[in-house]
């Protein structure tokens, strides 16, 4: 299953890599194109509750296979694209298959963490993590040693395919929802506070990540007068402490406690990126977003651990899921926004507000508070 989420995050990072070539290749200005690239966002949160809806009636497995293909099948068609609104529409198409696999993916992973009886989600989301390294890394060197775009895209299409929809075989074959509970009400999410509460925390966790994508280069070179080539490697930083965090996040759930553990990451990387903004030094802002992001590592694997246990998992996943892509839609927006009134160390200001949020709510992804609510709805359902 790791092998699946890899597959996810090496798409989303070589089509990062190559922002620049498709770019400059359709001739769109920076306006145009931060349109264009609301395409996957756009995508993936119509898709994703859709998807919760089916898994209701369709096995992960199949889901997760037709999601697999359509990301590897559209993401070398952008570059067939002959206009911003043609790339637009491709984008939205491959969002929506990132969405599909997204919710698909995390609705397995949340099975086998339950049938294992062990915690085994933040180590999903590290294969994630470094899957979005490896494709980023991989269309870096591509761009470098002159490969095309189309090339590099259709090289990482025919591994993420291989890869990706043969391993999702191994997947499900039986929907997500017992037979006993499949009613139309079950294939939609079930309401309470704690949902609510939990896709809060996704949606501030998404927002944040969002931010330090779009934003740290900037800020480090703008702001704070860092070199380009250092300034760039701000969100390569973040990505890796990301990457550390959800390595070690299973092991720190079962010894802290997943409150306590989401409390006390969260609370650190406020206090820290605080600290960093204050400073307003490069290296500052360098080891902010390096705590960061070994902050946020454990959140989103844990919020999505009790979202799976409130009720039947593939709906109330699918809800936390896109809440949470509505936040990294929405953040990088809001920081721009926020940056044109009262300038960009201020507006990354909103980060901190987020991750003191996260901790002040942590409470919420207690086990059994999950527990009490799986119990009621199995309750209502016989």
């Known amino acids: 299953m790791a092998v699946v989420f890899f597959a996810l995050g090496a798409g989303t990072g070589t089509w990062a890599a190559r922002i620049p070539a498709i770019k400059a290749e359709l001739h769109l200005s920076a306006g145009l194109l931060g349109l264009v690239l609301l395409g996957p966002a756009i995508g993936s949160m119509l898709a994703m509750p859709a998807t919760g809806a089916l898994l209701g009636a369709v096995s992960p497995r199949r889901i997760a296979q037709l999601g697999v293909l359509a990301v590897a099948g559209l993401l070398p068609l ?3 694209a002959g206009s911003a609104w043609q790339l637009f529409l491709v984008l939205a198409g491959w969002g929506g298959g990132i969405g599909v696999t997204d919710v698909a993916m995390n609705t397995e992973a949340a099975a086998v963490q339950e049938h294992l009886g062990k915690t085994t989600m933040s180590r999903f989301h590290a294969a994630y993590s470094a899957g979005g390294l490896a494709g980023a890394g991989a269309g870096a060197i591509a761009a470098a040693s002159g490969l095309s775009a189309r090339a590099n895209f259709a090289l990482a299409a025919t591994v993420i395919l291989a890869a990706g929809a043969g391993c999702a075989q191994l997947f499900s074959a039986a929907p997500a ?11 939609w999410p079930t309401w309470s506070w704690t949902l609510a509460c939990l896709a809060l925390i996704a949606f501030g966790s998404f927002l944040a990540e969002g931010a330090a994508s779009d934003w740290s280069a900037v800020y480090l070179h703008s ?4 070199a380009p080539g250092l300034a760039a490697i701000g969100y390569t930083v973040f990505s890796a402490a990301m990457l550390g965090g959800r390595l070690a996040g299973d092991r720190l759930t079962d010894w802290a406690g997943p409150a306590r553990l989401v409390r006390a990451s969260a609370g650190i990387a406020a206090v820290a990126f605080l600290g960093a903004l204050l400073i307003g030094r490069a290296w500052a802002g360098m080891a902010g977003f390096a705590v960061l992001g070994a902050g946020l590592s454990v959140v989103v694997p844990i919020v999505f651990t009790s979202a799976s246990r409130l009720g039947l998992p593939g709906p109330n996943l699918a809800l936390v899921t896109s809440t949470g892509y509505m936040g990294m839609l929405v953040g990088p927006a809001v920081i721009g ?3 044109d009134a009262v300038g960009l160390p201020a507006a990354l200001g909103t980060i901190v507000v987020i991750t003191t949020m996260t901790a002040i709510l942590a409470g919420v992804v207690k086990p059994r508070a999950a527990t009490a609510a799986v119990a009621r709805t199995r309750a209502r359902a016989s």
Not at 178 to 185: D, E, G, N, V, W
Not at 223 to 226: D, E, F, N, R, V
Request: aromatic share 4%; hydrophobic share 35%.
């Open 223 to 226: 702001s704070l007068g860092a």
């Open 337 to 339: 926004g926020l940056a």
């Open 177 to 187: 929802a017992h037979p006993s509970h499949q009613t139309a009400r079950s294939r």
């Open 78 to 80: 952008t570059t067939f």
